[in-house]
């Protein structure tokens, strides 16, 4: 019994660093970047779900900006961000986020702050409202953190990870 629970512990773990991957890549962001942010989001208050909602949203948001839908253009520019100008230069939106926090500080009202959420992440954006709130700096710091306390697995660790589970699945 003792050896079952462990040994489904690990798997579960194994589960978790395989699917970061595809979960990163469906998501628009990089494997480090998603570690980063499900941390941050988990020391201030936001699950992991609700900041991988947050950001498929934004990735979604990005896209139809780029293709001309004037809401989220106008959202974008009403942060000081030229949308268009920003994918075209190759960055995803992990490093997007910490503009658009900057850019939601000089907001005058909560209220502005909400519309401009909402237009960014639909749903998720008030969720996210506690992270974005301190700005780039708080984004960064927690960013950093997530990397001095090593709960950013690598690329390495996570196709080792990957491979060692589609091993023991192919040994079930």
Known sequence: LTVDFFAQV????????SSLGEVAQQ???TTKTL?????????????????????ARLTRSMGQAVAGSKAQIQAFQSLGINIRQFVAS???AGDLLPLIADGLKGM????Q????????FGKAGQKLDTL???GADQINNLRDAANRLGVVLSDRQIQSADDTADKLAAVQ
Not at 10 to 17: H, P, Q, R, V, Y
Not at 113 to 120: F, G, H, K, P, S
């Open 132 to 134: 974005l709130a301190g």
């Open 113 to 120: 702050r909400a519309a401009v959420e909402t237009a960014i």
């Open 35 to 55: 570690q980063e942010y499900r941390y941050a989001a988990t020391q201030v208050g936001i699950t992991q779900e609700e900041m991988d909602n947050g950001l």
């Open 27 to 29: 998501l628009g962001v």
């Open 108 to 111: 005058q009202t909560a209220a």
């Open 90 to 92: 190759g960055r995803d």
């Open 10 to 17: 690990i798997k579960n773990g194994l589960d978790f660093a």
